[in-house]
């Protein structure tokens, strides 16, 4: 059962959050698992809680290059769940799962991780190496993997706001047809993986006045 924590804003919300996942959760390492759809917010409030605690790893390291991406279009299933539709349509394509598992785990275990991350700027893997060491706490961003965390923390938003925020955010790079498609394999792979037990969820519908919701359900 969800229950409501008062806020007064974005950083009493964040103070809040990061005070109660420290007094529950004694447990080092930790791994928290901040968990939405694409636009929903994600990394902003995976970068506040940053300010807080130490590390933060996004999903968008492990994206595959747009290039190849792009060619998924072309490459259709010819059997099983996904029959008729291309290879793009299924966003599990698109990450380098077995890469970000792996990298999870290190942080389990207490070893470090090296890899080239995605650039959004160039569609590419980034021509430098990226090492991400392991702390007492890490908050990793992600929407898959959540029986991998030890806190999950939900970042809820309605469909149609998702969607509005994706067409002013991704103007830049894509017009509105290819904006809508792009959401509708994202809200798919969203609803596929989406956490029925999160630890906590923020209500960010209202990006001024987002609201904490806290559970008792713990693993």
Known sequence: ???????????DLTTKLCRDIKERNPKI?????????????????ADRMTEDFVVHISEDDFLQPREYRESLR?????SGEWKGKTYWENHDNWLRLDLMREVITNFKEGKNSTYYPYQ????TF?????TVEPTD?????????SELFDVLVLIDVDDD?????KLHRDSDLRDEET????????LDFWNRYKPTTPNYTIDNNDYNKPQLYSSNSYR
Request: aromatic letters at 8%.
């Open 1 to 11: 059962m969800k229950e409501r924590i008062p806020t007064e804003n974005q950083a």
């Open 29 to 45: 390492p930790l791994l928290i698992n901040v968990s939405g759809c694409t636009g929903a917010g994600k990394s902003t409030w």
């Open 74 to 78: 072309s490459k259709v299933y010819e």
């Open 120 to 123: 959004r700027a160039t569609g």
């Open 126 to 130: 980034s021509t430098e190496q990226k």
């Open 137 to 145: 706490i890490v908050v990793f961003e992600t929407s898959i993997f």
């Open 161 to 165: 706001a998702l969607l509005d925020r």
């Open 179 to 186: 904006i809508r498609a792009y959401h509708k394999v994202q």
